[in-house]
Each structure stands twice: as structure tokens, then as C-alpha cells.
């Protein structure tokens, strides 16, 4: 629980605040002051959004928010305290589903019988020529399609587009995303916690999120260990020493007391991944952006979807990335309207996340 001191603070902003008007803010930082007040933009929002995004808030939209963002009721607040009653589960994702084995790619392994004989990985593509409709690819083998519906970033499909428009090149500079160093702790001794991930704004810790994946499922980690998940996010904005980052988040997870400093002799691995690709950041240009290269790619029948080739964080998560898949295909062969895709510049979505995989991220 907060000290008394920052929870005054807060709930002085909170009153303050419910005479702004969401609605008269033009950026992600705005909206965070009008809707949360002074003091948990300052304590919370400020700080976690700028360590999940590596991005400044004002050059962040505030139209992607929907469900993602959970946002308050004063009245609850108040009677929440006056009760000291602990509001728990609360949030689109507080439920979810996970495979007991595999991990998440055990998910995905299960489409595998079915596509089989069409299945070729590890093919990196190296050229699209829009005009004969053939792809060229880096072991020298080639295709061709009718339709193609791709998953790959954007900017990386821009890049070998044949021939490009310049002012898709153009378009393209109103895309941001971060990147990110994801650090794994395998501990031998049990959790001592149920949880499932917690949120960090501190500066205390490079991590702005912890998964105890351990937690999702007991097949995960040997028995008796535990596995931790961590998320640093870097940009230009926010940059990160990818040489120092295990460290750095083993010294995190102790300074935020989910280890304990003798636990530091039972870590028995760490793994790293940097990811170029972190977060399709919903930055002010991003919507228009779309609007000029996504019209373009269809005119060419290029459907361009999933977390950054279609570039929406609100729609970008796995249930959503794979169903942007599954009614391109209803769409192709039976005609039926995409949902969770839509044409920019993209709607203020009401988000069906009822039970959704692994959280969000
Ligand atoms: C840190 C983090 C945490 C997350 N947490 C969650 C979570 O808890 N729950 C959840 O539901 N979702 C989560 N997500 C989101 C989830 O990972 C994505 O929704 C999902 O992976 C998107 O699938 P996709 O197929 O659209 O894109 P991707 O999985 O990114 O697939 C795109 C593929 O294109 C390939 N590619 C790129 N260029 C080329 C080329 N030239 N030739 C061939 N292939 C190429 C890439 O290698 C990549 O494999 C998280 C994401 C991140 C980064």
C-alpha cells in the first residue's frame, strides 16, 4: 500500500481532476493527467508508461487507450478506503488461458499437423514485386501469389517492396516502435507468490513487468524452480545497455524484493532476447501513416495484419493477431467482413477480451 503521504497526493489529483475533460486533451499525456490527476500520473502512470514504451508521452495518441488502459472511479476509490478493501481483480485480462505444456509456441505447434505439406520456415523473404506478383527469397527460391497476407513489420515489408512509392517511404517515418531486452531467471526454490506478473514504475529496476511463468503453468519450470520473466524496453528515447541488462535486472529483482539477496546463489540459468520489434507504439502519426500504406498495399493485394504489420497495439496481442489471420481467409473465401482489422484510421475500438491468452503485452 502507498505511504500516507503519496496517497493524499493522489486522491488531491484525483478531486482536481474531475474538473478536466478527457476529451479537450490531444495526447496520451494529457489524457493521463485529466483522467488520473497530478499525483498518479507523477507516482504511477508517467513513469510505468514511460518505461513500458520508450516513448514520451506527448508524442503518444490517446485514442488507442479502450480497454487497455484501466481508468478510475472516484466513488470506489473513496469507499475502497474508507472499507480498506483491496480491489483485485479487476482489468480485461484478469483471467486467461495457458497451455499446461509447450509454453506459448505450444499453442501454435498444435496448428502444425494440419498445414504441414504448406509449411516452409526459416525462408527469409528479400523481395515482393507488386507488379508480376512474385516473391523472391534469400536462399535464391522464388513464388508467386494471388493474394499476400503478411505478418512482417511494416517497415520491413516497405523495404523490399518493388517498386516502393516514395511517399510510402515517407509515410512510413510516422511509425514508432520500441525495442526490447527480455531477461529469463530460472531460481531453484519455489515462488513465493501467486501471482501472475506485477507492474514496475520505479527506477529501482530496468523491468517494467515481471512474469512469474513459473506461476502459468506447472510444466514450465523443473519442480521446486521458479521462472521469471522480465521486459525492458529500450529506444532512442530510452536507451538500454544490453551489456549490463542481466545484471541490472538481477540487482531489479532484489531491489524490488521478489528475490531475496541470498537468492542470487540459487540462480541456476538466465536467457536473453533482444527484440527489434517490441511495441507498435500508437504514436500521434501512426493513424495517418496507415491511412496512406495500408490502401495502397490492399490495391495490391497485400493484406498487411498482426501485431506490426498491421501496427495497432490495441488489436496487437496473440488472440488478436491470429484472428486478423482467420477473417482474412473467412474474408477471401466466403466474404465475410473483417472485425478485429479495420481500416484506418482505426476506430476507438470496444475490445472483446473476456478470456484472452497469456495476459496482454
Ligand atoms: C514483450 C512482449 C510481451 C507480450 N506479451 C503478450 C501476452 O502476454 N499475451 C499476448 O496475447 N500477446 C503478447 N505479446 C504479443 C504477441 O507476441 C504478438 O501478438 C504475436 O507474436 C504477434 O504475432 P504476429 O504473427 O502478428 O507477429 P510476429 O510473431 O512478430 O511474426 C512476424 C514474423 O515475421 C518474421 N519476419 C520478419 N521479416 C521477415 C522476412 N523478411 N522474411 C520472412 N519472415 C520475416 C519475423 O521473424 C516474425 O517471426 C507480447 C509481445 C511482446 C513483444
Not at 524496453?233 to 541470498?262: F, M, N, Q
Request: hydrophobic fraction near 35%; glycine fraction near 6%.
Amino acid at each position: 500500500h502507498l505511504p500516507s503521504e503519496v496517497l493524499v497526493e493522489c486522491l488531491n489529483g484525483l478531486v482536481d481532476a474531475q474538473h478536466l475533460d478527457p476529451n479537450d486533451t490531444v495526447n496520451f499525456g494529457e489524457w493521463v493527467h485529466s483522467v488520473f490527476g497530478a499525483g498518479i500520473a507523477r507516482h504511477f502512470m508517467r513513469p510505468y508508461n514511460f518505461k513500458v514504451w520508450a516513448h514520451p508521452l506527448e508524442m503518444m495518441s490517446k485514442r488507442w487507450i479502450s480497454e487497455r488502459v484501466s481508468v478510475i472511479d472516484l466513488k470506489r476509490v473513496l469507499a475502497n478506503l474508507v472499507h480498506q478493501r483491496d480491489e483485485l481483480s479487476w482489468g480485461p485480462n484478469n483471467t486467461f488461458k495457458y497451455p499446461l505444456y509447450g509454453g506459448t509456441g505450444g499453442l501454435y505447434e498444435r496448428f502444425v499437423p494440419y498445414i504441414r505439406d504448406h509449411l516452409r520456415l526459416n525462408r527469409e523473404l528479400v523481395e515482393v514485386d507488386t507488379e508480376t506478383k512474385r516473391l523472391r527469397f534469400a536462399d535464391g527460391g522464388e513464388d508467386s501469389y494471388d493474394v499476400l497476407l503478411t505478418a512482417l513489420p511494416i517497415p520491413e515489408l516497405l523495404r523490399i517492396l518493388r517498386p516502393i512509392p516514395g511517399h510510402l517511404v515517407d509515410a512510413a517515418r510516422g511509425l514508432h516502435n520500441s525495442h526490447g531486452l527480455v531477461v529469463g531467471v530460472g531460481v531453484a526454490r519455489p515462488a513465493d507468490t501467486s501471482k501472475c506478473w506485477t507492474y514496475f514504475p520505479e527506477p529501482d529496476s530496468p523491468f517494467y513487468r515481471v512474469t512469474f511463468l513459473s506461476n502459468y503453468s506447472p510444466k514450465i519450470a523443473p519442480e521446486g524452480h521458479m521462472l521469471l520473466l522480465t521486459e525492458t524496453s529500450y529506444s532512442e528515447h530510452k536507451p538500454e545497455d544490453r551489456a549490463t541488462i542481466v545484471d541490472r535486472v538481477v540487482d531489479g529483482l532484489v531491489a524490488t524484493k521478489l528475490l531475496r539477496p541470498e537468492d542470487r546463489d540459487l540462480i541456476v540459468t538466465t536467457h536473453t532476447e533482444q527484440v527489434d520489434y517490441f511495441y507498435p507504439v500508437p504514436t500521434l502519426t501512426r493513424d495517418g501513416a496507415l491511412a496512406e500504406i495500408q490502401p495502397y498495399l490492399l490495391s495490391h493485394d497485400i493484406y498487411s495484419r498482426g501485431r506490426f504489420g498491421a501496427w495497432c497495439y490495441e488489436i496487437s496481442n496473440m488472440d488478436h493477431s491470429v484472428m486478423q489471420g482467420v477473417e482474412v481467409v473467412d474474408f477471401l473465401l466466403e466474404g465475410r467482413p473483417e472485425k478485429t482489422w479495420q481500416p484506418p484510421p482505426t476506430p476507438v475500438l470496444r475490445i472483446e477480451t473476456e478470456t484472452v491468452e497469456a495476459g496482454s503485452g
